[in-house]
């Protein structure tokens, strides 16, 4: 099966320091990647969509000059979270976008980065 | 703006015992996802449901999905403990070409020894 892959796992850093996050399919090509942001005991929020190539997509109310989203090839997408303070805290998910098979699910899942900012 | 919620949003549910958890979506999808996260993790892909009427099994988890009345079901049947987790739905409008999920709220479920 596809393959998602993030690094680092976790991460603590201090307030005002800036984090990246990288984004890897393992064993196929992502033109598209989506990056969600999930507070303790909440659902997944969609933060932006990353297009290989070209500009993110960012959701409402969320910062694209907080959130920096590099799209730099096919199998690789980094979240910068610049400028980190205690409210960025969260657990950041990334998936790739499969669309070839509809029978199956079109995203793949990475195993999350868990961000802590003191 | 697209809403999808899940109830119940917690379940605590005896060993043996059936249930079901509530998607519903406030806007036209034909496909909707399942999935498990345990605590700390990702998730896990649990059921693609890609049509009205679609229903698919596995071991003590049935999903099924109405588009019609834009709503999906997740049976637990005889749960067991392992089935302790948080399940989330997700829907996939079409939008601009792009195949962005959208989850609903979740449903924490602890199944009691």
């Known amino acids: 099966g596809a393959v998602v892959s993030q690094h680092p796992s976790r991460v603590i850093c201090k307030s005002g320091t800036s984090v990246k996050i990288e984004c890897r399919s393992l064993?196929?090509?992502?033109?598209?990647m989506f990056w969600y942001r999930q507070f303790p005991k909440q659902s997944l929020m969609l933060m932006a969509t990353s297009n290989e190539g070209s500009k993110a997509t960012y959701e409402q109310g969320v910062e694209k000059d907080k959130f920096l989203i590099n799209h730099a090839s096919l199998t690789l997408s980094t979240l910068t979270v610049t400028s980190a303070h205690p409210e960025d805290s969260s657990f950041y998910i990334c998936?790739?976008?499969?669309?070839?098979?509809?029978?199956?699910?079109?995203?793949?899942f990475g195993p999350g980065t868990r961000l802590t900012v003191l | 703006e697209l809403k999808v919620e899940q109830n119940p949003l917690f379940l605590s549910m005896q060993e043996g015992k059936n249930y079901t958890i509530y998607c519903n979506y406030s806007?036209?999808?034909?496909?909707l996802y399942w999935y498990r996260q345990d605590p700390g993790k990702s998730l896990e892909s649990l059921f693609v449901?890609?049509?009205?009427?679609a229903v698919k099994q596995e071991g003590r988890l049935m999903a099924s999905l109405d588009t019609k009345a834009r709503l999906s079901t997740l049976h637990i049947t005889a749960a067991v403990h392992d089935l302790s987790a948080t399940y989330f739905c997700?829907?996939?409008?079409?939008?601009?070409?792009?195949?962005?999920?959208?989850f609903g709220t979740g449903t924490r479920l602890k199944v009691l020894a």
């Open positions: 998936s790739a976008d499969r669309p070839h098979d509809r029978s199956t699910d079109t995203q793949y």
């Open positions: 806007t036209t999808s034909d496909r």
């Open positions: 449901l890609l049509s009205n009427g």
């Open positions: 064993d196929f090509q992502a033109t598209t």
């Open positions: 997700a829907v996939d409008p079409p939008t601009s070409g792009t195949y962005k999920y959208i």
